[in-house]
């Protein structure tokens, strides 16, 4: 089974927890690219929900394929969010925002009952860290924010290049128009306490990190997908 049937399969299985009628978050990236083709064909055969999508590049897939789309201020209520992970680790503590959409994907988890994550076997780790952790800061005063973060990640013994993701010639821009700084800790052995530093740092608009956020997440390898719940 090669990485993208590995991906279909957690798709698949996910597709088990998305009820009729469902008001569900959709997440952003390749897997969740194929959970929304595997939505769409659901939904053709007369399958309702309302989706709320993570972000722009989701939105318009979902348009593509017929998915119907609410916006969050529409259905500010959530029954279930599925999305991928950068690095799902025992105690479902998650990386994301290697898409670039951590901001709406956050919110939109904190907006539902429920998030299943799905992924593949090569982002189960038992510590955070290997993944860069994508930090998202307001462009203004981003010198200062990211020595800010150098600071607050020392204090708890961490440290790494810090480097501003580029698109193209320029650097990359959010949904939200934000910029995203990738922090290369190689270990995070506290995530509350790192999470607990960059949620008091006034530039960081929101950071990677999503703790206590997922209570199931289906992972897929060779053999087949797997449910894991928080250890
Ligand atoms: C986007 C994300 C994605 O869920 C994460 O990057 C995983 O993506 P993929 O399924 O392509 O590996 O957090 O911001």
Request: glycine share 12%.
């Amino acid at each position: 089974m090669d990485a993208r049937q590995m991906k279909i399969k957690a798709a698949e299985a996910a597709l088990d927890y998305v009820e009729d009628g469902m008001r569900l978050g959709i997440g952003t990236g390749s897997t969740a690219e194929e959970f929304v083709r595997l939505l769409a064909e659901k939904v053709a055969t007369g399958f309702r929900i309302q989706g709320v999508p993570t972000s722009e590049r989701t939105a318009r897939l979902c348009l593509e394929l017929g998915v119907p789309l609410k916006s969050l201020d529409e259905l500010p209520e959530l029954d279930l969010t599925v999305d991928g992970a950068d690095e799902v680790d025992r105690k479902l503590r998650l990386i994301k925002g290697g898409g670039g959409a951590l901001l709406r994907e956050k919110i939109v988890a904190a907006a539902s009952a429920r998030m299943v994550v799905i992924a593949d076997e090569s982002k189960v780790v038992d510590v955070l860290g290997a993944f860069k952790l994508p930090i998202e800061i307001n462009p203004f005063g981003q010198i200062a924010t990211r020595i800010a973060i150098e600071k607050a990640a020392s204090r708890l013994g961490l440290a790494g290049d810090i480097t501003i993701r580029a698109s193209g010639d320029g650097p990359f821009m959010t949904d939200g128009g934000h910029l995203i700084l990738d922090a290369s800790f190689g270990r995070i052995p506290d995530a509350e306490a790192l999470a607990a530093e960059l949620n008091a740092i006034p530039g960081v608009v929101e950071h990677g990190l999503f703790i206590g956020m997922s209570s199931l997440a289906i992972i897929a390898g060779p053999e087949g997908a797997r449910v894991l719940m928080a250890a």
